[in-house]
């Protein structure tokens, strides 16, 4: 496939600053989508969405202390390349996720400590979707099928947001005290099948601040065998 460079990628040109990747958002068996802890619901299901709706405001919080786990199958198998972990405030962005790719058994509060992590990761907030968190090098990001992903502890806990209306009287804010808030969660690489349905690929340029929109085009577009 067609390699387009973005800044973290390691290629050896990173001047030219784009982010050509797949969303596996779509991928995601729907029904398998579980959320530990979370204090809405179903609310996993609405932040795991379709990388065009990752700016919406939809959102999943913990019903206590500042964790959840998120679990889940795909539909097919893929090779992860990237994550996205998106919360619109800074006060409420997560500190660390815990990867596991592909777990023997279900991760849960009971024994998600008897596990090595596939990939500890030190998030950021990034509430444009601007700096993917890149994979690569181990083979096990090759042959993905299942993930859980567990969430803790905020990153900036002392921030204080701007205190406007809109935002003392936004649910993330006013509803969920000193628990971290998230977004969006957004899985990003390649398809292992590339004979199958073309697909969505999301293209990014370097972001410029009068236009950021990402523009969608399919693998046949872009002239990939199909």
Same mark, same amino acid.
């Given at each position: 496939?067609?390699?387009?460079?973005?800044?973290?990628?390691?290629?050896?040109?990173?001047?030219?600053?784009?982010?050509?990747?797949?969303?596996?958002?779509?991928?995601?068996?729907?029904?398998?989508?579980?959320?530990?802890?979370?204090?809405? =619901?179903?609310? /996993?299901? *609405?932040?795991?969405?379709?990388?065009?709706?990752?700016?919406? !405001?939809?959102? +999943?919080?913990?019903?206590?202390?500042?964790?959840?786990?998120?679990?889940?199958?795909?539909?097919?198998?893929?090779?992860?390349?990237?994550?996205?972990?998106?919360?619109?405030?800074?006060?409420?962005?997560?500190?660390?996720?815990?990867?596991?790719?592909?777990?023997?058994?279900?991760?849960?509060?009971?024994?998600?400590?008897?596990?090595?992590?596939?990939?500890?990761?030190?998030?950021?907030?990034?509430?444009?979707?601007?700096?993917?968190?890149?994979?690569?090098?181990?083979?096990?990001?090759?042959?993905?099928?299942?993930? =859980?992903?567990? /969430?803790? *502890?905020?990153?900036?806990?002392?921030?204080?947001?701007?205190? !406007?209306?809109? +935002?003392?009287?936004?649910?993330?804010?006013?509803?969920?005290?000193?628990?971290?808030?998230?977004?969006?969660?957004?899985?990003?690489?390649?398809?292992?099948?590339?004979?199958?349905?073309?697909?969505?690929?999301?293209?990014?340029?370097?972001?410029?601040?009068?236009?950021?929109?990402?523009?969608?085009?399919?693998?046949?577009?872009?002239?990939?065998?199909?």
């Amino acid at each position: 496939m067609q390699h387009v460079h973005f800044s973290s990628c390691g290629c050896g040109d990173e001047s030219k600053g784009n982010l050509d990747l797949y969303s596996l958002n779509e991928s995601i068996s729907r029904g398998s989508i579980q959320c530990l802890n979370e204090k809405r =619901a179903d609310s /996993i299901r *609405d932040v795991i969405c379709n990388y065009e709706n990752r700016f919406g !405001t939809s959102f +999943v919080t913990p019903e206590d202390d500042n964790e959840i786990i998120v679990r889940f199958t795909f539909n097919e198998e893929v090779k992860l390349k990237g994550l996205l972990v998106r919360s619109q405030y800074k006060s409420k962005t997560p500190k660390t996720a815990r990867l596991y790719i592909n777990p023997s058994t279900d991760i849960d509060f009971s024994n998600v400590n008897d596990f090595k992590p596939t990939q500890l990761i030190q998030l950021q907030w990034d509430p444009k979707c601007e700096k993917p968190i890149v994979f690569r090098g181990a083979p096990v990001y090759n042959t993905v099928n299942s993930i =859980a992903l567990y /969430i803790s *502890d905020r990153l900036h806990p002392d921030h204080t947001e701007e205190q !406007t209306d809109e +935002v003392v009287n936004d649910p993330q804010i006013s509803e969920t005290g000193d628990q971290l808030c998230v977004n969006f969660i957004g899985f990003l690489g390649n398809f292992t099948n590339t004979n199958k349905r073309a697909v969505k690929a999301i293209y990014e340029a370097a972001p410029v601040a009068s236009d950021h929109a990402a523009q969608e085009i399919t693998r046949q577009s872009l002239g990939f065998g199909l």
